[in-house]
């Protein structure tokens, strides 16, 4: 079974560009079945209220069970003392099995990886080459799974691909995607320094081609069995314990509502193209 593990669904309610506008997956999805994906992973495109756009991917998902996987899309400000309960709805309703979060809504907090180690969720976060995050997170969260996806930048950044490379080799719980990534030497860097098992597949669709995406992992000339981590294994084996009930109240009020860094940049607040470097 292949498993494209990075995959925006729904409406946004901006007008920014296609990451906060539109995900629509017709095409996407045709260009998956000619690629041999069985299925997919979807979260929302940016939004202003996740509680509404995860609710629409989560409409998607249960339409079609057999084909798509949820992830909940948590703003890590915004949604501040609403985590928990926005997650809970997720699993419980959706069958939601992971959190997305985004650098470019805000640094992940400590309410997000309670939230996510008190349902057994992985928490896939893109840190838009903030690399020096992954070290806290990994030595923070032990008990947590984090997937970074594209070697820690969509922006093709190689200094902070390189660097998160040794993250992902040191930290049993750091993982990344092999979406956008453009360097295929430093893919193959990950997958020597750190193993297959550390690599999942991804497209970021619908905005890059899913077969394009998996024509990298093919290239990669892995024997089957590694190539059966990397397409589908090791996502199901970092999803198959969530829970459908947690709680995070027995534990620390004021920890659980600590930034992991409380500094806000002043570009958060510009309207910018997430994936680019200022």
Not at 194 to 220: C, M, N, Q, T, Y
Request: net charge positive.
């Amino acid at each position: 079974m292949i498993i494209d593990c990075h995959c925006h669904a729904g409406k946004g309610d901006g007008l920014t560009g296609p990451w906060d506008t539109a995900a629509p997956l017709k095409t996407h999805m045709n260009r998956a079945r000619a690629a041999g994906i069985d299925r997919t992973v979807l979260f929302a495109a940016f939004h202003s209220d996740y509680a509404v756009a995860n609710r629409q991917v989560g409409r998607i998902v249960t339409s079609h069970p057999d084909l798509f996987f949820g992830f909940a899309f948590i703003h890590p400000q915004r949604d501040r003392g609403k985590v928990e309960k926005l997650v809970q709805e997720s699993v419980e309703q959706f069958g939601f099995v992971g959190i997305k979060v985004h650098r470019y809504d805000g640094r992940i907090t400590r309410e997000v990886c309670q939230v996510a180690k008190a349902f057994s969720l992985p928490v896939l976060y893109d840190v838009m080459g903030e690399i020096s995050a992954v070290e806290l997170l990994a030595t923070e969260y032990p008990g947590v799974n984090f997937i970074i996806p594209h070697l820690g930048s969509f922006a093709d950044d190689w200094r902070a691909q390189l660097a998160f490379i040794d993250h992902l080799a040191r930290h049993p719980n750091i993982y990344t995607d092999t979406s956008g990534i453009r360097r295929f030497d430093l893919l193959e860097q990950a997958v020597k320094r750190a193993g297959p098992g550390k690599i999942l597949f991804g497209s970021d669709g619908p905005w890059l081609h899913p077969g394009l995406e998996l024509a990298k992992v093919r290239a990669l000339k892995l024997s089957p069995a590694k190539e059966k981590l990397v397409l589908g294994y090791t996502f199901i084996q970092l999803t198959h314990r969530v829970r459908l009930t947690g709680s995070v109240r027995s534990q620390s009020n004021h920890a659980e509502h600590v930034r992991i860094a409380d500094v806000q940049t002043a570009d958060q607040k510009e309207i910018l193209d997430p994936w680019s470097r200022r």
